[in-house]
C-alpha cells in the first residue's frame, strides 16, 4: 500500500506521551508508525484507524474508542452469553483502534505490553469476532494480502490492490 506523499497529521514524542497518559497505557510501536506513514485516511475507502486527537470526532482514538466501548458495553450487558470480552482498562479488555463503513470495530486486546497485543475483530451488529493472534500491521497485511480471511469483513475489502486515501480534515 502507497503512502501518501505528506501524513495528515503530526505526532510527536510529547504527542504520544500525552495520548498514552490520557489513555493510561503506552501504544503499539506499530500503531504510531502506521500513523507517522500513513496519517488520518481510509484503506480501501472502507477502513479508518483510529488516530489521537483529531478534530473529527469520528475518527477520533479516544473520542470515538469511547463510544465503541460504551456500544460493546451496552451490549455485553444485554447479552452476556454473546459479548464476553471484558473492555480496557481491565487487564486483557478491549480497546478499539480502526472501524470500517460497516460498523464493524477492529480491538486490540490488550494481554501485556503493547508489542505483545493481539487483534480481534466484531462484526457490526452482532456478536460474531474474529481473533488474530498478532499486532495492528501484522493483521492489515495478512488480509490486504489475501493470506488470512477474516468473516466479519466484506469479502470484497481485500479483493482488489490495497489504496490508501488520505482524509482532509477542516483547519
Not at 500500500?1 to 503499539?28: F, Y
Not at 510501536?29 to 507517522?36: A, I, P, Q
Request: charged share 25%; hydrophobic share 35%.
Amino acid at each position: 500500500m502507497t503512502p501518501p506523499i505528506v501524513a495528515q497529521g503530526a505526532w510527536s514524542p510529547d504527542h504520544w506521551k500525552v495520548v498514552e497518559e490520557q489513555l493510561g497505557t503506552g501504544l503499539p510501536e506499530d500503531y504510531k508508525r502506521f500513523l507517522e506513514v500513513f496519517g488520518i485516511g481510509t484503506i480501501n475507502g472502507f477502513l479508518v484507524v483510529l488516530v489521537p486527537r483529531s478534530s473529527n470526532q469520528h475518527v477520533d482514538l479516544l473520542k470515538r474508542g469511547r463510544s465503541e466501548l460504551e456500544a460493546y458495553e451496552t451490549s455485553k450487558r444485554e447479552f452476556p452469553t454473546y459479548y464476553r470480552d471484558d473492555i480496557y482498562p481491565i487487564p486483557g479488555g478491549i480497546l478499539p483502534f480502526a472501524v470500517t463503513d460497516n460498523g464493524e470495530v477492529l480491538y486490540w486486546r490488550t494481554v501485556g505490553s503493547p508489542e505483545r497485543w493481539t487483534v480481534t475483530v466484531y462484526e457490526s451488529r452482532g456478536p460474531k469476532k474474529v481473533d488474530f493472534n498478532g499486532g495492528m500491521t501484522e493483521f492489515l497485511v495478512a488480509v490486504l494480502s489475501g493470506k488470512v480471511g477474516c468473516d466479519v469483513l466484506p469479502q470484497g475489502f481485500s479483493k482488489s490492490p490495497p489504496v490508501f486515501k488520505p482524509i482532509k480534515l477542516p483547519g
